[in-house]
Every structure is written in structure tokens, then in C-alpha cells.
């Protein structure tokens, strides 16, 4: 039995000196792939020195979220060609996408912002385009504009993932009406979280992928914990009860799934 980790923050476990230790007791856990994933541009050369120590075990994705933009990022999009040729590149562009969630400035300062995300985000699945990678979209109280964004950009909907999908049921239709597909973190192992459970289900097994989004979204028992790729199979395991089949079914179906999706 093996599971895929399809979306793990590694800086944070290089933060703490834990880096090592975290992938041991994701192997030790039968996580055997953990796919880490850039929020800003440091993160690109790191995440590749990850990958290229940790070979067959740590892939990355290349991208910048779209809360992460600094100045210049438009210009440093240059470089994804340099990863992408590089003897480690990555396997996704991601994160990237929109989040309007809790904006709190005035009207004229949250235009800027949003046309500053579309920009980054359309670059983003540009290179993506180009280089036939899948692309890990993250879109907070925005699931609808980015939907929108890539349907403009004649983007091939096989080929998306909305991680820690957080939209409506409408929204998963959406998605999936498309070809496009939702992955879910520890959040449905969460008493409240009847919602996203149904959208799982609503899926269904064919697109099912699984990701901690670690350090963050710890799933039960974990819960308050800092989260780590170690824990997917709690995530599994509530899955598996919720679909009515076996860990060791549910193991099989989303690691098939994440390495055809990530062609890893
Ligand atoms: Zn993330």
C-alpha cells in the first residue's frame, strides 16, 4: 500500500530542522511521493535541491501564489524556462491562481490587486501551456473568476487541479462538467466540514487525489498539530469509510490517479 502527497509545503520542515526527519516518517507511513509545491519564487531553486537530494520521493511544482506576489515577479517568470530545461524540473506550475478572500482595502486598492493576480495567473498557465504541465490552481472566494480565467486561456481542462477545493457544489460541477478536478485535505476529517465531504463524494473516485497542504489543515487525530505529509492516510482512511471501500482500494485508485495526473 503507497499514497502520494500531492501538495506539501517543504520550506516549513527546513524551517524547524525537520525536513529529514518529516520524509522518513512519510516513508515510514507508506507516503512514498510527496509533491512539494512553491508559494513564492525562493522557493523554485530549494524546492529543486529537494527534489533532485530526495530523487523519486520529493517532485515540485513551480509557481507563485497569488498572495505571495512581489515586485518583479512578472520579470522573473523569465526563469521558468531555465527550471524547466534544468536536469530537475518541475512536474506542475503551482500554486497559482486568485484569492480575494477577507481583502481589506478600498475598492481602487482591490482592483489593483485582482488585475495583478489575473496578470500572474495568465502568465502562469501560459507557461504551463508551453511546457504541457498540469497546473495547481488555488482559488479562495475566487473559484468562479479563475474557472473563468481559464476557460479565456483555452487551457486544457485534463490538466487542472483546484487544491483544498473550498467552492460549492455548483462550483465542483463546474470543475468536473470541464474535466477539470477538486483535491481535498485533512478538512474533511473535520466534524463541520459535511459540505466538502459531499463534493468529495460528488466526484467521485475517478479524479480522487489527496494532499496535506502541510504545515497547515492537520487532519483528526492530528488535529492542532503542525501537519505533515505523514498523515495522508488519516486523510485516506476517512475517505475509504466515506466511499465504503477498503485503505488499501483507496490507496491504489488516488496513487494511480496522482501519477497519471503529475506523470510521476
Ligand atoms: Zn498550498
Known sequence: MEFIDTHAHLDAFQTTGELESAIKRAKDANVTRIITCSARKCDWQNFSKIAREHKGCVFWQM????????D??????????????????????????????????????????????????????????????????????????????????????????????????????????RGGRASFTGIITYKNAEQMRESMLAQGLSKIMFETDCPYLAPVPMRGKPNEPSYIPFIAQKSAELFGISIEEIAEISTKNAREFFGI
Request: hydrophobic residues 40%; contains cysteine; glycine residues 8%.
Open 63 to 70: 509557481g507563485i501564489h497569488p498572495t505571495e506576489i512581489e
Open 72 to 177: 518583479g515577479d512578472e520579470e522573473f517568470l523569465e526563469s521558468a524556462k531555465d527550471f524547466l530545461k534544468s536536469d530537475m524540473p518541475p512536474v506542475s506550475i503551482g500554486e497559482i491562481g486568485l484569492d480575494f478572500y477577507k481583502f481589506e482595502g478600498s475598492r481602487e486598492e482591490f482592483e489593483k490587486m485582482k488585475s495583478r493576480q489575473e496578470r500572474l495567473f495568465k502568465a502562469q498557465l501560459e507557461i504551463a501551456k508551453n511546457a504541457g504541465l498540469p497546473v495547481c490552481v488555488h482559488a479562495r472566494s475566487a473559484v468562479e473568476e479563475a474557472i473563468k480565467i481559464i476557460d479565456e486561456s483555452g487551457f486544457d481542462w485534463g490538466k487542472v487541479v483546484f487544491h483544498c477545493f473550498s467552492g460549492t457544489a455548483s462550483q465542483l460541477e463546474m470543475l468536473n462538467s
